[in-house]
């Protein structure tokens, strides 16, 4: 873990700890976020994810997001940008499709579910753009 990565756990555990939020500003816009203090856990929890681990779909780009579920699925999808466009729009490919599986993702999952993939992976109800 990076040294940044290392004071901004501290600046946030500090935080955590005595009970406030967290207020930050875009340096470029001048917008002004506010971190809420039930919040800083799972921010924390982000910051574990280990550097420069590849893409759990295509498994040859480093992943550049790592992707929570809103549908309650223990495990974040941590995916390069291309294969997110994939992973939220049910169009993997079948390789794709059995690279998460191969890392861990169930076919429970919401976004891989077998309402959107038949058997051997192949999408079934891609959304169109």
Known sequence: MTNQKKDIKQILSSAFFAGRDIQLCDPETGTKYTIAHASIPDIIDALDVAEN?????????????????????????????????????????????????????????????????????TATQQLKF
Request: proline residues 3%; contains cysteine.
């Open 53 to 121: 681990e590849p893409c759990q779909c295509c498994e040859e780009s480093e992943h550049q997001w790592s992707l929570i579920s809103s549908y309650g699925d223990e495990k974040p999808y941590l995916v390069c940008s291309n294969c997110l466009i994939s992973l939220v729009t049910y169009r993997l490919s079948k390789k794709q499709y059995k690279n998460l599986l191969k890392n861990g993702h169930e076919e429970s999952e919401f976004l891989i579910h077998d309402d959107f993939y038949d058997e051997d992976g």
